[in-house]
């Protein structure tokens, strides 16, 4: 069952146990999860990756199946799913499940998606769509919010931050956030300071850092982070590109071990490598072998696992962790 996600409250998710939440607007869907289920809530609360969930699966459905009647509550939050997931749904879903709430978190996903398709058309399961935020509604939260925090910004900075923003509230909230440490020390914030204190999704730096990396060139790893002012909001960001990048990688290495002929490997690679970025992944593939960049994504995901439990000494983490590749 599709519900819209203004729709999406305490009254219309009751009675489902497997919730669906998906498309770009990751702010939203933190926004949705946290009023409708995690606040307030006294029960357990366990969140695996896809990965994870999958490969434990036998004990954690066991565990659902099987739950006493003087179990906790428990709320199970699987993120970054995809296609993999939908048998171990479909499995679930003809179970009777009580007193567990399974939400799982995925990315833009397509119509033909097949996971999409199983909970649109399903009655007893809900999916929540959730898109981009428009420039309108991101200037009144950010107006919202300097105003709470006494914060006075010029149009021209604030049209500067929501367009970056990517029409993502997370993406606004963080950089919100920056200016707001830096107006405990300075009252006045120019048009130029933010432009230099802003750092989302299209920064370079953090594709550049992500690039180096996979090349295991230090020297330019070391240069990037010093050069660049990331702040502990910005370490999911280079995780996520790094891991983005590697699962392309991972791709690469994958056909070419079944068509030796690099070049055409990399030509046919979707979506497309960009003509000036080929001879940088031709070094990443001569860089890794596919059992040991297995293992660093791996440790990525138990590194932003790190990350979000410790926020205070995020960039430390992931400093150390790319550094010493």
Do not use: H
Not at 214 to 243: G, M, V
Not at 296 to 309: A, D, F, G, R
Not at 313 to 320: E, G, K, R
Request: charged share 30%; proline share 1%.
């Amino acid at each position: 069952m599709i519900i819209k996600s203004y729709e999406a409250n305490k009254t219309n998710l009751k009675g489902r146990s497997i919730i669906l939440l998906y498309g770009k607007n990751e702010g939203l869907q933190n926004e949705t999860l946290e009023k409708n289920f995690l606040i307030n809530f006294i029960g357990s609360i366990n969140k695996y990756d896809e990965n994870e969930f999958i490969n434990s699966y036998e004990t954690i459905s066991s565990e659902i199946i099987t739950k006493s009647l003087f179990d906790e509550e428990k709320i199970l939050i699987i993120s970054r799913v995809g296609e993999k997931i939908l048998k171990y749904i479909e499995e679930l879903s003809d179970r009777n499940i009580k007193d567990i709430v399974i939400i799982l978190k995925a990315g833009s996903l397509e119509k033909r998606s097949k996971l999409r398709n199983f909970f649109e058309k399903s009655k007893k399961l809900a999916i929540i769509p959730f898109y981009e935020d428009d420039a309108r509604t991101l200037s009144t939260l950010a107006y919202e919010y300097l105003n709470k925090n006494n914060i006075k910004l010029s149009r021209e900075s604030i049209n500067l931050l929501v367009g970056r923003s990517s029409g993502d509230r997370e993406n606004l909230k963080k950089e919100l956030s920056k200016i707001f440490n830096y107006s405990q020390s300075n009252k006045e914030i120019t048009f130029e300071t933010v432009k230099k204190l802003s750092n989302l999704a299209e920064n370079f730096g953090v594709n550049e850092l992500a690039d180096n990396y996979l090349s295991k060139n230090k020297k330019n790893i070391i240069k990037i982070l010093n050069e660049n002012n990331y702040s502990d909001d910005d370490c999911i960001l280079i995780l996520r590109t790094i891991l983005n990048k590697s699962k392309r990688l991972l791709n690469i290495l994958e056909n070419y071990k079944k068509n030796e002929n690099l070049d055409d490997v990399i030509s046919k690679t979707k979506p497309p490598i960009f003509w000036k970025d080929k001879e940088v992944v031709k070094k990443q593939v001569n860089t890794w072998k596919l059992i040991d960049l297995k293992t660093k994504m791996y440790q990525i995901n138990e590194v932003e696992t790190l990350v979000k439990s410790n926020s205070k000494n995020s960039l430390n983490l992931v400093s150390d962790f790319i550094v010493n590749y």
